[in-house]
């Protein structure tokens, strides 16, 4: 069925270290694979994306790495700042009576320690 | 200028009454979702609406009905309201289906 795991749940990290948060889904067909974080209070916000038609996507400190045969991708966080710290959640998308709907992982917390 | 919006931010009501969430995009898509976030931050959809239309609902029981007057507002209404309905409810919108979405502040659902 559609699931989407992702680990760890939580993570500790000092600041300036780097943080990795890995996913994988079991739907072969899924396409887009966002990366979402959320501060306490907040809704989720969408900070990267990838699709199925490449393997790496970066944007300044944060990137996503997309292995389509091993179904699973990957957040990156470089040199990671205290306001780093929040709740990420990774999505797949799966085709589901014709439409695309977003799964979502469980949520890793990451705290980064100044 | 905000992109997503909900209200009420907070909602406290007792078992049994019938309550509404409102949401509203400014961002001109055409798609959107109502999402709920349990104790454990589990996010699961409930519901999404494409051009006013109901695309998917997610074995949601029917005391939750969603209303979409345009394609900017989508309501959420909840009859006979149940202790587990207590959760943060989500409003997203993306441009088409498949897209990338965006989420609302919440509302945050107490049932005593």
Not at chain 1, 49 to 69: P, Y
């Amino acid at each position: 069925g559609e699931n989407v795991e992702q680990h760890p749940s939580t993570l500790s990290v000092q600041e300036g270290d780097s943080a990795v948060i890995k996913c994988t889904y079991s739907d072969s067909a899924s396409n887009y694979f966002p990366w979402y974080k959320q501060e306490l209070g907040k809704g989720p916000q969408l900070i990267i994306d990838i699709r199925s038609n490449v393997g790496e996507k970066k944007d300044q400190r944060i990137a996503v790495t997309l292995n389509k045969t091993a179904k699973h991708f990957s957040l990156h966080i470089t040199e990671t700042q205290p306001e780093d710290s929040a709740v990420y959640f990774c999505a797949a998308s799966l085709l589901s009576g014709g439409y695309n709907k977003l799964i979502f992982g469980a949520g890793t917390r990451l705290a980064v320690h100044p | 200028d905000t992109a997503v919006s909900q209200t009420p931010k907070y909602l406290v009501t007792q078992m049994g009454n019938d309550k509404s969430i409102k949401c509203e995009q400014n961002l001109g898509h055409d798609t959107m979702y109502w999402y709920k976030q349990d104790s454990k931050k589990f996010l699961k959809i409930m519901f999404s609406y494409n051009n006013k239309e109901l695309i998917i609902n997610e074995t949601v029981p029917n005391r939750f009905s969603p209303k979409s007057p345009d394609k900017a507002h989508l309501n959420l209404h909840i009859n006979s309201l149940e202790l587990g309905d207590s959760a943060v409810y989500f409003c997203a919108s993306s441009p088409g289906m498949g897209e990338e979405q965006y989420f609302g502040p919440g509302t945050r659902l107490t049932v005593t």
